[in-house]
């Protein structure tokens, strides 16, 4: 799971804040990591209807951009160099605002052959927190956005903020979502009520090269310290509770 792919000069897209700087990963970085990959890994990322239709190779592995921030066009034309597919989750809402893609950039990253998928319309704060009705509209308005845009089914998404309960799923699966994408760090995918579950591995600005090819490669290191790490945030987020992402953002602040 990548966000924003940035220039040397740090300049960034997408979201603003010291929580989404985290997940910056420079344009140098980012090529040394698919070299990396690359050269662990004999075959190309594969789309996820190959993982819901059961055409998927053995360990199959996929790349994933969230928010939709101005740099994705760019990290998608270096993965059409490379003839690899990609999935570009996008907020609707934010399309063609500043720091976003716009819908021009949209529709060529799906000429390019990459994946579009949702990352709902507005990316609540806590979209677990939404009302049914705030649910089907996030899910809804974005896949029909993104659908009209492309000119074919939008079938996967990714959860905003990493918030995802059954209730967020079920109502992603109303809107038409075969392919739900988490930010657990679970490398085993899951059928769920009629939709695939897929858990996914963070790529921040500090993570090694290695381990991201070793992550990538199916290595189950890197996966299991990123779950410990996600397993201590869920108690933090527990024992903290309203205050979690306010102490959060302190300490990413004093970091």
Known sequence: MYHDVVDANGVRGGFEGDGPAVYAVTKVAFKAQMDAIAAAIAGPPVRADSLTTGAASADPWLLTFDDGGSSAVAAGSELARRSWP?????????????????????????????????????????????????????????????????????????????????????AAAAAGITCLFTSEPVAQARSVEGYLLVGRYAVRCDTATGDVAAAAAGSTRPWLRQRAAWQLRGIAKKAAGPYYRRLRAALLARR
Do not use: M
């Open 86 to 170: 990609a999935h570009f989750f996008i907020v609707t809402d934010l399309v063609g605002t500043p720091g976003f893609v716009d819908w021009d950039g949209v529709r060529a990253l799906a000429a390019q052959g990459h994946v579009i998928g949702s990352h709902s319309s507005s990316h609540p704060d806590h979209i677990a927190s939404c009302s049914s009705a705030e649910l089907e509209r996030e899910w809804g308005q974005s896949v029909a956005a993104l659908s009209e845009a492309i000119g074919v089914p939008v079938t996967t998404a990714s959860v905003p903020g990493g918030y995802y309960s059954p209730e967020v799923g079920r």
